[in-house]
């Protein structure tokens, strides 16, 4: 085939553009949204023929709800779909079409009836575009003359569109869609173990729909999943196939769950450690972070052991990419990560990984050409702060440290 001339060819590429903008909707998803809005939109019929005089007690359907009907049933995540857009958006669209048609004559009504009803849908944060089709609908009525009495926003418009989100809610619960559109908690800190890479609050993520005009597009809670996802996605990108067993830290020190306070603090002391794996014949119980044994020595009790303070975290699987836990390490809760068995909670320990692993191993992979090459480690004890290479020189006037449990993962 002979190409189109090259003048045809940014009309082409224009002309290319004007074609569909959407993805690909799964079929599955298609079939559900379809179906949703067919039932919904079928039983608020049925429910208006069973009425004795619909049309006299103002219960009867109208053309824009079809168009309240796809966003409630087939994008229940939009901000312009929620129960609060749906029903105040066309409300208040269909009262201002009516004042807008009391004050003026045609030609004029229509436009001005629509354009006052997507202001005041904005201003009260409403937005729904069946409720300018509302608007619309209201000023063609008046012009023909037989305007809608004052409680059309009411009776029809409010109680149908209140029945239909009604059973929007139903469907998509019963369908595993949320609906409606779930709210982030207020800002708190990330538990040990939350896989949510994303620690940015409900105000930052509605900044930044803000700032690129998307509020009516993408509501705060799925923009930040989606961060969380992308996040993760990029992390596990960057470190590729590399496992938690491959990065590590495999001699530890490790105490007992009848270690006393005194010793678990002289071994947090003399070796920098962070934290403390608590073992028991070579399996996990938990984990000894400095803030407890800071409290508990602050306390003045002394009569505490490991058992006492040690926290449950969670362990990983020794295969598991590594860039999945580059959100826990980046918490201000967990210094270190273990890493037993298949990942059991008090499986056989066999390593640890800490936050100075992850950023040797960050290091290597984004380091430029020229950038200064770190210290050879000689040791693997030295590899992070949780493992060090030996005691401590001994000071004159200190007593000598205990001497720790060693778990070594062969």
Do not use: N, Y
């Given at each position: 085939m002979t190409p189109p001339p090259a003048p045809a060819r940014p009309l082409l590429r224009r002309l290319t553009a004007l074609g569909p903008a959407m993805g690909r909707i799964a079929q599955t998803e298609a079939l559900r949204a379809g179906l949703g809005a067919g039932i919904g939109i079928a039983i608020a019929a049925l429910l208006v023929t069973l009425l004795p005089d619909p049309r006299g007690t103002g219960i009867y359907l109208i053309a824009p709800l079809g168009a309240t009907a796809v966003l409630a049933f087939g994008l229940p995540n939009s901000p312009m779909a929620q129960p609060w857009s749906a029903v105040a958006g066309n409300t208040i669209a269909a009262?201002?079409?009516?004042?807008?048609?009391?004050?003026?004559?045609?030609?004029?009504?229509?436009?001005?009836?629509?354009?006052?009803?997507?202001?005041?849908?904005?201003?009260?944060?409403?937005?729904?575009?069946?409720?300018?089709?509302?608007?619309?609908?209201?000023?063609?009525?008046?012009?023909?003359?037989?305007?809608?009495?004052?409680?059309?926003?009411?009776?029809?418009?409010?109680v149908m569109t209140g029945a239909l989100v009604a059973l929007a809610v139903l469907y998509n619960r019963l369908t595993g869609r949320v609906y409606p559109l779930r709210r982030l908690a207020p800002p708190a800190a990330p538990a040990p173990g939350s896989d949510r890479p994303s620690n940015l609050d409900t105000a930052a993520l509605e900044g930044l729909l803000d700032r690129f005009n998307q509020s009516s597009n993408l509501g705060a809670a799925d923009l930040g999943r989606m961060l969380a996802e992308a996040e993760e996605l990029v992390a596990e990108t960057r470190f590729?196939?590399?496992?938690?067993?491959?990065?590590?830290?495999?001699?530890?020190?490790?105490?007992?769950?009848?270690?006393?306070?005194?010793?678990?603090?002289?071994?947090?002391?003399?070796?920098?450690?962070?934290?403390?794996?608590?073992?028991?014949?070579?399996?996990?119980?938990?984990?000894?972070?400095q803030g407890p044994v800071l409290r508990a020595l602050s306390e003045g009790r002394p009569g505490l052991r490991a058992r006492d303070l040690a926290r449950p975290v969670v362990p990983v699987a020794p295969d598991l990419p590594v860039g999945v836990l580059l959100a826990r390490l980046s918490s201000s809760h967990e210094q270190a990560v273990p890493v037993t068995e298949a990942g059991a909670p008090e499986g056989r320990l066999l390593g640890l990984i800490t936050r100075t692993d992850v950023l040797m191993l960050m290091f290597h992979r984004v380091r430029l050409p020229n950038a200064p090459q770190p210290p050879e480690v000689t040791s693997p004890e030295t590899t992070s702060p949780e493992a060090p290479a030996g005691p401590p020189p001994t000071q004159p006037g200190a007593k000598d440290a205990p001497a720790p449990d060693t778990a070594s993962a062969r």
């Open positions: 009262t201002a079409a009516l004042i807008v048609a009391h004050l003026t004559d045609p030609p004029l009504t229509q436009g001005m009836a629509v354009g006052a009803a997507v202001i005041a849908m904005s201003s009260l944060r409403a937005l729904h575009p069946p409720g300018a089709a509302i608007a619309l609908f209201v000023s063609l009525e008046a012009e023909a003359g037989h305007p809608p009495d004052l409680w059309f926003p009411l009776m029809p418009v409010a590729g196939a590399t496992r938690c067993d491959e990065v590590m830290t495999r001699v530890l020190l490790t105490v007992t769950p009848m270690t006393r306070l005194v010793q678990i603090a002289q071994l947090m002391g003399f070796h920098d450690l962070k934290s403390l794996p608590v073992v028991e014949r070579g399996k996990l119980r938990g984990m000894i972070f």
